[in-house]
């Protein structure tokens, strides 16, 4: 008890007892500081929205706030140009500490390929619905005179056909002919017997004609042969007079002018 008693009344003692405190003091006001300036206490910035820019828009964005970016991923979406960012993680408005990455997912720089499906024939508005479906752009229609109306006849792009089978990047522009019947408007149906088919075809579409069923009496087994073929039968005959549109029927032969007995 009397050494304890002695122990308080040193000088010793206390100056230890202080010493001890004080360095414990130093000790946690150091860790603090440390701790503040390690984690930017009170240094928050707000993440902006970077959903629409393009690469060079975000890193001169992310600069300005002591912000750095990472590509993780790429998408496609039709509402994106290609090239912007379509994503991101923290999202927009979250709060976060100066030099934290920005996590980005941007939109593939070239469009997707569409295969163009086998559509010709079908009705117009069936037609369009499945080219929008698919991601083609198909507003534009124009009309050609035939037997039938609302029949697609043809898929038009930068001024040529296109058919099934055939790739086009998703969005692509389409113009969608139609059959349209003309029962006000005639035409007499020009001679076709000994042309080519390619000849053929050429005077039917100037005359505002259609094509129909075409036939052969030996299918070619090649294009080079298909070219020594001629037509030697037509119907409607030529000139017999009917509406614009009318569908004409071919019936082709690499013998010029008989009509062969496997038609009959």
């Known amino acids: 008890m009397n050494t304890l008693v002695?122990?308080?009344?040193?000088?010793?003692?206390?100056?230890?007892?202080?010493?001890?405190?004080?360095?414990?003091?130093?000790?946690i006001v150091a860790t603090l500081i440390w701790t503040r300036y390690?984690?930017?206490?009170?240094e928050s910035v707000e993440v902006p929205d970077l959903t629409h820019m393009y690469i060079e828009e975000v890193e001169i964005e992310l600069n300005k706030l002591d912000l750095k970016y990472d590509i993780i991923d790429s998408v496609y979406l039709r509402s994106f140009q290609p090239g912007e960012v379509a994503e991101q993680t923290p999202a927009p408005g979250t709060f976060v500490k100066k030099n934290r990455k920005i996590y980005l997912t941007v939109n593939c720089r070239?469009?997707?390929?569409?295969?163009?499906?086998?559509?010709?024939?079908?009705?117009?508005?069936?037609a369009q619905s499945n080219l929008r479906t698919l991601g083609f752009s198909v507003d534009s229609v124009s009309y050609r005179p035939y037997e039938f109306d609302g029949e697609l006849l043809d898929l038009v792009c930068n001024g040529r056909s296109v058919h099934a089978g055939e790739k086009l990047p998703d969005g692509t522009m389409l113009i969608l002919v139609v059959?349209?019947?003309?029962?006000?408007?005639?035409?007499?149906?020009p001679n076709l017997v000994g042309l080519s088919f390619d000849e053929a075809l050429e005077i039917i579409r100037d005359n505002e004609l259609s094509l129909g069923n075409v036939s052969y009496d030996v299918r070619p087994v090649s294009e080079t042969e298909?070219?020594?073929?001629?037509?030697?039968?037509?119907?409607?005959?030529?000139?017999?007079?009917?509406y614009r549109g009318k569908l004409i029927e071919l019936k082709l032969s690499r013998t010029k002018g008989t009509e062969s007995e496997e038609f009959f």
């Not at 390690?38 to 009170?42: N, R």
């Not at 030697?232 to 007079?241: E, I, L, R, T």
């Open 6 to 27: 002695k122990l308080l009344k040193s000088k010793f003692f206390w100056i230890n007892i202080l010493a001890v405190i004080g360095v414990t003091v130093v000790i």
């Open 38 to 42: 390690y984690t930017h206490h009170g």
């Open 110 to 126: 070239q469009r997707q390929k569409v295969t163009i499906p086998d559509v010709i024939g079908e009705s117009f508005r069936k």
């Open 179 to 189: 059959g349209k019947s003309d029962t006000e408007h005639t035409v007499f149906v």
């Open 226 to 242: 298909r070219l020594q073929y001629h037509v030697f039968f037509q119907s409607p005959a030529a000139g017999q007079q009917v």
